[in-house]
């Protein structure tokens, strides 16, 4: 496979030590494909989006097989931060407002929403315990200079969402249970919640699989080609064919499975740190006892919220190689910026650390529709560190449009128009160099 990281970085070494499958009653008898197997649709990774996908196709009654090289909930969809909240793009309202016009980014704004809502909606029909709490999301001013950047960020999100975000002055932190030196303001929007992703990867599965979806674990996808009017999928063992085919690998894709993504979306990695439980006097010490999920408002965020048994999730982006030195450096600096944020916790312990790949396209916004040039093969990729309500959201954008052609919820042009190439082929992931730096001399500090 043509991977743009080093091999480590699509091994289990960099989630190891995550905290998340110690949450989990993992399922270990998946099958494996070990022979010809034929289906109306194949669906190749068991992330949110292909388990999204399968699921609303299978409860369509369409005969589904899914692809997952380890197994279900693996990836990103299964070690990230556990934000269900707005996002997908990498745009500000105002650039995309700008590159698209207003009717198509209020088109993709209410895609956003309809994600968050998904989520919800199939936490409860599915009935999938997953941890919630939070009531929306909160975004921390990291100077003062950014204070204005909050009212104009709440007017935006009246006029695209309707909703009337909270705003807190520095001096109002403390008394709301959000005190750090490192925090000048803080605004919040009132849509999303934070959960434990695992869970509700795990639930998805099974719900997929009681739906008849056929999932094969440990049945990595190697090449694939036209046979008559189907495609043939070949794994190590065995050999899917399917009329139609779904590509959900995002972060973790090849470049050349199909050779179409050759050079059009970038991994990045994301890091996180979680520490022991944290008795009530431990968290009034710090005066952080809110329980909702925050982001600062860097160029490079860091995202934090303090879980429901008295833990404290810390990431942030970054890592130039898939390497355990690399990793090991950049969950030291991790750790680093935590002390800084929460001077009172420098002696709790970090208990759990992990990285995994984000995806992003040159487009800055994802990517969900037919692939051209191929026959009957849809993907669904690139949510910017936002997956977990958007992959959802791709997942039962794919299944509509794989069964009719058209889906029934927002599908804005933006998301249909497939990514252009990075530069550099195989080598893009150095462009990430000079653009962090520069990410990095625009937050300040």
């Known amino acids: 496979m043509k991977r743009i990281y080093e091999p480590y970085g699509y091994e289990d070494g960099p989630a190891a030590d995550s905290f998340w499958p110690r949450t989990v009653r993992r399922q270990n008898n998946w099958d494996q494909l070990d022979d010809e197997v034929r289906?109306?649709?194949?669906?190749?990774?068991?992330?949110?989006?292909?388990?999204?996908?399968?699921?609303?196709?299978?409860e369509t009654g369409v005969d589904v097989a899914l692809l997952e090289a380890h197994t279900p909930g693996w990836g990103a969809s299964g070690?990230?931060?556990?934000?269900?909240?707005?996002?997908?793009?990498?745009?500000?309202?105002?650039?995309?407002?700008?590159?698209?016009?207003?009717?198509?980014?209020?088109?993709?704004?209410?895609?956003?929403?309809?994600?968050?809502?998904?989520?919800?909606?199939l936490l409860e029909r599915l009935g999938i315990e997953a941890d919630l709490h939070s009531r929306g999301e909160t975004m921390l001013a990291h100077r003062p200079e950014a204070i204005p950047e909050l009212k104009a960020f709440a007017r935006k999100m009246r006029a695209f969402h309707g909703v009337t975000c909270k705003i807190l002055p520095r001096e109002a932190l403390a008394e709301h249970g959000l005190n750090s030196p490192e925090f000048h303001g803080a605004i919040t929007t009132p849509i999303g919640f934070a959960l434990n992703p695992l869970k509700y990867a795990t639930g998805l599965a099974r719900a997929a699989r009681h739906a008849g979806v056929r999932i094969f674990a440990h049945t990595p996808a190697e090449e694939?080609?036209?046979?008559?009017?189907?495609?043939?999928?070949?794994?190590?063992?065995?050999?899917?064919?399917?009329?139609k085919v779904i590509f959900a690998?995002?972060?973790?894709?090849?470049?050349?499975?199909?050779?179409?993504?050759?050079?059009?979306y970038m991994p990045l990695q994301s890091n996180i740190i979680v520490t022991r439980p944290m008795s009530a006097a431990e968290r009034a010490e710090q005066g952080w006892t809110s329980n909702q999920m925050c982001y600062d408002s860097r160029n490079l965020l860091h995202y934090f919220r303090l879980m429901p048994d008295g833990r404290m999730l810390f990431g942030m982006r970054g890592a130039m190689r898939a390497t355990p030195e690399a990793l090991d450096e950049v969950l030291r600096q991790t750790r680093i910026d935590f002390d800084r944020f929460f001077p009172a916790w420098r002696e709790v312990?970090?208990?759990?650390?992990?990285?995994?790949?984000?995806?992003?396209?040159?487009?800055?916004?994802?990517?969900?529709?037919?692939?051209?040039?191929?026959?009957?093969?849809?993907?669904?990729?690139?949510?910017?560190?936002?997956?977990?309500?958007?992959?959802s959201y791709a997942g039962r954008l794919l299944a509509e449009i794989v069964r009719?052609?058209?889906?029934?919820?927002?599908?804005?042009?933006?998301m249909a128009r497939p990514p252009a190439r990075f530069p550099l082929g195989r080598f893009r992931r150095i462009l990430l160099r000079p653009v962090l730096y520069a990410l990095a001399r625009q937050d300040g500090n």
């Not at 990230?80 to 997908?88: D, K, V």
């Not at 995002?250 to 050779?259: I, T, W």
């Open 39 to 58: 289906c109306d649709v194949a669906v190749v990774g068991g992330g949110y989006t292909g388990l999204s996908a399968a699921l609303h196709l299978a």
């Open 79 to 121: 070690r990230n931060g556990g934000f269900c909240c707005l996002g997908g793009s990498a745009l500000d309202s105002d650039t995309m407002v700008r590159k698209h016009g207003e009717a198509e980014a209020r088109s993709y704004y209410n895609a956003e929403r309809g994600a968050v809502e998904l989520v919800a909606e």
């Open 224 to 243: 694939m080609r036209r046979v008559g009017g189907s495609w043939e999928i070949s794994t190590p063992s065995g050999r899917l064919r399917a009329r």
């Open 249 to 264: 690998t995002n972060g973790y894709s090849s470049d050349d499975l199909p050779r179409w993504f050759a050079g059009r």
């Open 349 to 391: 312990e970090t208990e759990h650390s992990w990285s995994g790949f984000v995806a992003l396209s040159r487009s800055q916004t994802p990517f969900v529709g037919a692939i051209p040039g191929m026959e009957n093969v849809f993907a669904g990729m690139c949510y910017h560190g936002n997956g977990v309500a958007m992959g």
């Open 404 to 414: 009719s052609g058209r889906p029934t919820q927002p599908w804005p042009d933006l």
